[in-house]
């Protein structure tokens, strides 16, 4: 998935998909649809845990993301393409 990017660039996109999260927060949108991000605790500043857990994080961020603009169908769709490729415990995470 992201094995090209480095951690540093990883990192980058967590805290940018983070701010997202935050807008989306700040607009009133329920925080119901980063529940399974916010459950990992593993945040854009938590610079020394392992790159494997900032692709989970990012990865539920954008799950959040798609769930709050309503394209459920798409997750479902990126879910089975991840899991085909042995995703499963990145997937763990999601509800």
Sequence with gaps: MVNFISKKELIHIHMLLFRV???FELAGIGNEYF???DDLGV???HIFRRREEHKRAVLLLCFGVMRAVGEEEVIEGIKSKLEA???SPTLAHFN
């Design 35 to 37: 529940s399974a991000y």
């Design 85 to 87: 490729d042995s995703f």
């Design 43 to 45: 945040l854009p500043t």
């Design 21 to 23: 999260k935050e807008m």
